[in-house]
């Protein structure tokens, strides 16, 4: 099941710089978009979300952009900081109605690790 | 802040044996789900529940697995007979409602089958 992708299985970006996420989706009948954030031993931790009829969405540090010509989301951090170091797994859940409302299908998930 | 709990946090168990996994959503939450993680994998969607009945399912939650909502706060993934490939960790999620989108995550349950 390929139709959520993360391509970049790691990131390693310096304490106040930029981290940029990116995500990749195939099926159309997906409405909303969610990070979460996980530490090892953890559950994920809901971070940020975007529905489909946005193209951004700021939460402090953190902004999501959607593309939907494109099927690509990305998470920006800024600045970034060595707590934000964890693993980010894009999610997007199905349109009401359709075959996969309500369940969340997962990316592979990026490590990102800030630097000091 | 609310959180959903998890127990056991680790269970060993043998191939064949049934073991039951343990989730207390959030008090206010109506729609459940189950997920699992195994190892170096994607998370994946296994089962979701909704007003005491699966409102979805997915290929891997077969005639070997079950839910069950038994009190007003506890919610069970039963496996009624471990395989090795049942090896994973197992996250319970929790939804408010039909207008709230996203799921709380407990902090799993690693399950070994030996």
């Known amino acids: 099941d390929q139709q959520v992708k993360q391509n970049s299985p790691s990131l390693s970006v310096q304490e106040g710089r930029i981290s940029i996420l990116n995500c990749d989706y195939t099926?159309?009948?997906?409405?909303?978009f969610l990070w979460y954030k996980k530490y090892p031993a953890e559950g994920p931790t809901f971070l940020i979300s975007?529905?489909?009829?946005?193209d951004k969405n700021e939460d402090g540090r953190f902004t999501v952009f959607l593309n939907k010509s494109a099927k690509h989301l990305s998470l920006h951090i800024v600045p970034s900081q060595p707590g934000d170091s964890a693993v980010y797994f894009c999610?997007?859940?199905?349109?009401?109605?359709?075959?996969?409302?309500?369940?969340?299908?997962f990316g592979q998930g990026t490590i990102l690790t800030v630097h000091p | 802040e609310p959180e959903v709990t998890q127990t056991p946090s680790h269970q060993v168990t043998q191939m064949g044996q049934e073991v039951i996994l343990r989730c207390v959503p959030i008090?206010?939450?109506?729609?459940f789900y189950w997920y699992r993680q195994i190892l170096g994998q994607k998370v994946e969607f296994l089962v979701s529940?909704?007003?005491?009945?699966?409102?979805?399912k997915s290929e891997i939650f077969d005639d070997q697995f079950s839910v069950e909502r038994p009190d007003g706060s506890n919610f069970t993934l039963k496996i009624r007979s471990t395989k090795l490939e049942d090896s994973a960790m197992y996250f319970c999620?929790?939804?408010?409602?039909?207008?709230?989108?996203?799921?709380?995550f407990g902090p799993g349950t690693r399950l070994t089958v030996t």
């Open positions: 999620a929790s939804r408010r409602g039909f207008s709230s989108y996203e799921q709380y």
């Open positions: 099926n159309s009948m997906f409405d909303y």
């Open positions: 975007i529905s489909s009829i946005k």
């Open positions: 999610a997007a859940r199905g349109r009401a109605g359709g075959t996969s409302y309500g369940k969340l299908t």
């Open positions: 008090s206010n939450h109506l729609y």
């Open positions: 529940f909704y007003n005491n009945e699966i409102s979805e």
